[in-house]
C-alpha cells in the first residue's frame, strides 16, 4: 500500500545538492569575524558532509546534512554573515 521510503531517495537527494551546488560554491562572508568564520566553517562542512554521504551511496545522509548546511547557511545570511 505504501510506497517503500527508500524509492527515489537516490534520485531526490541528487536533484537537492544539484540545486544546492551553486549556492554553496558562491557562498562568501560579508565580513570576516570569528562568529561569520563559523557559521561558513559549518554551512561548508555540513555541504561537503552530504556530498561525502551521496558519493558513498548514503542517499539519506546527504539530504539531512545538506538540511543542516542550508540551516546553517541560512542563518548566516539571517544575521548578515554571509552572501
Known sequence: M???VHDGVNERAE???NKAKAL?????LTVNTKESRKFYEMAMNYYKDAVYFYNNGNFIGAIIALEYAEGWMDAGKFMNFLK
Open 2 to 4: 505504501y510506497a517503500d
Open 24 to 28: 554553496f560554491e558562491n557562498l562568501t
Open 15 to 17: 536533484r537537492y545538492l
